[in-house]
């Protein structure tokens, strides 16, 4: 088995490269910063490769998917795009740069990776393609529309893809955690509830893909608080959201 990573070099996707070779599958790791991700490479039980490469450039996506395809020979059973940042970005302070950023990377550095992993898959008749969202998809969060908004444009390019790629026997899998003690969450300056460690996420992501499932969200309670949140009236939840906010 051989598995792609995009933004494996820290966080959830370390610890899912982790997991996965752990599994027995065969790595192609990709993210920016190759020393992070040669160590990484290093350490992982399973014939693994570093390729270093910026999501937000096409070019650079496909080139380090193209060495990847080449060096295991074909295409891969499991690809995740995991890279992602998060930049606190009040409304009240709106950045257009800032809120770009998260687009290019959250949004469009998966449009880049699904463009370079999903042909071959369909060639190959089979395949899974893994998005790690976000339980902020769910419902606009106050201080957090940007981010919000670019894990809700995840959720559903991914579900709609789910069901045009059944008939080719590619599956597609969104992954939705909530707080994960990362590089990502540890700048929040606020208490983040069920905060989880990213070896537990790792193995709760894998056991969910192995068992192919369409969504996996967690950890439970907040997976249920925002599926509740997600079905409020408007005007309950913006009342609820200005006390929070308080």
Same mark, same amino acid.
């Given at each position: ?13 370390? +610890?899912?490269? #982790?997991? @996965? ?6 790595? &192609?790791?990709? %993210?920016?910063?190759?020393?992070? $991700? ?97 339980? +902020?998809?769910? #419902?606009? @969060? ?6 919000? &908004?670019?894990? %809700?444009?995840?959720?559903?390019? $991914? ?88």
């Amino acid at each position: 088995m051989r598995a792609i990573i995009t933004g494996a070099s820290t966080g959830i996707g370390h +610890a899912l490269a #982790r997991e @996965l070779s752990n599994r027995g599958y065969e790595l &192609a790791l990709l %993210a920016r910063r190759r020393e992070l $991700l040669d160590e990484l490479a290093s350490s992982l039980k399973t014939k693994s490769i570093a390729l270093p490469c910026d999501v937000t450039d096409l070019a650079s996506v496909r080139d380090a998917v193209k060495r990847a395809h080449d060096h295991f020979g074909g295409a891969f059973d499991l690809a995740i795009a995991n890279a992602g940042i998060s930049i606190p970005s009040p409304v009240p302070k709106f950045d257009a740069e800032v809120a770009n950023e998260i687009i290019r990377v959250n949004v469009i550095g998966m449009l880049n990776f699904f463009d370079a992993v999903i042909p071959p898959m369909i060639e190959a008749k089979k395949g899974r393609f893994v998005g790690v969202a976000s339980i +902020a998809g769910l #419902r606009g @969060l106050p201080s957090g529309a940007t981010y919000s &908004a670019s894990k %809700a444009a995840m959720q559903t390019f $991914l579900e709609a893809s789910r069901i045009e790629l059944k008939p080719y026997g590619v599956g597609v899998t969104i992954v939705n955690p909530g707080f994960i003690a990362t590089p990502l969450t540890e700048k929040n300056r606020f208490r983040m509830p069920f905060l989880m460690s990213a070896e537990k996420s790792a193995r709760i992501i894998a056991d969910g893909i192995e068992r192919g499932k369409r969504v996996v969200e967690f950890p439970l309670p907040m997976s249920l608080l925002m599926r509740f949140l997600r079905h409020l009236p408007d005007p309950v939840y913006d009342r609820l959201m200005k006390r929070v906010r308080r």
